[in-house]
């Protein structure tokens, strides 16, 4: 947990600095709907580096790098440098570095980091989630009619839209409302905080929900991937 925190501090100064002078941030497209900033490609390379400080051997799974140490399948890293980077480059303060550390394929802490907000939620397997000092829970909400509900997506080249469209009102029929925040690792990390009562979304990769699984879990919710 340690690590994870010093790296995401680290990474999260620029960070802070460069969501301050989003203007002048060079952009390129990495398809459609899909944008990188080089702010994405610095946090990334500062999260690696601090990681691999402490643990050289550990494999490493990112968006932007893809896989090292690919042999090292026991223990991983696994890291989104900023999860929700149209917010980011929209100056929209909802996005977060979000990091899980995975032993022998279970994903056993987590640390989703929202710099702006200085928001931390954390936890580690059988030692509860937190949200900076304080303990978190999912809600206790009974009835889904009675629920907040969060999703993402489609991404611009889903081949699925008009599926996940009507998914999105046949859920919303059910339940109290849905809404469309634009960073699943802080979907998943509102959940274990009960702000949402639930979150569900398609297409998504490992490194979206990582942390966001045992922080889930660790306030009493439940993950199905
Ligand atoms: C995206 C965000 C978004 C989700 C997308 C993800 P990115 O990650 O988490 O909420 O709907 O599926 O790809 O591109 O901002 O790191
Ligand atoms: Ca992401």
């Known amino acids: 947990m340690n690590i994870m925190y010093r790296a995401c501090l680290k990474a999260s100064k620029l960070l802070i600095r460069d969501f301050g002078e989003i203007e002048k941030l060079q952009v ?10 080089s702010a994405d490609k610095r946090t990334e390379k500062i999260l690696i580096e601090e990681l691999q400080k402490a643990h050289p051997d550990y494999g490493i799974v990112t968006e932007e790098t893809g ?3 690919k042999s090292n399948m026991k ?3 696994i890291i989104d440098p900023i999860d929700g980077t149209m917010n980011f480059l929209k100056s929209i303060p909802q996005f977060a570095i979000s990091i899980g550390y995975e032993e022998e394929g279970e994903i056993k802490c987590g640390v989703i980091f929202n710099p702006i907000m200085n928001e931390m939620f954390c936890a580690e397997k059988g030692n509860g989630a937190y949200l ?3 303990r978190i829970r999912v809600s206790n909400k009974k009835k889904i ?5 969060v ?5 611009g080249s889903s081949k699925i839209k008009d599926k996940i469209f009507s998914e999105y009102i046949n859920v919303s029929k ?3 409302n849905v809404r469309k925040f634009g960073s699943a690792a802080l979907d998943m990390a509102f959940v274990a905080c009960g702000r949402f009562d639930g979150y ?4 998504i990769n490992l490194w979206d929900v990582a942390a966001g699984v045992v922080i889930v879990k660790e306030a009493g919710g439940f993950f199905c991937f």
């Open 28 to 37: 390129s497209s990495k398809g459609p709907g899909d944008f990188v900033s």
């Open 67 to 69: 896989i090292i140490n």
């Open 75 to 77: 223990n991983r890293w």
């Open 132 to 134: 900076n000092n304080s």
């Open 145 to 149: 009619k009675d629920a907040l509900l």
């Open 151 to 155: 999703t993402g997506g489609p991404k």
């Open 174 to 176: 059910n339940v109290s």
């Open 200 to 203: 569900w979304q398609r297409e």
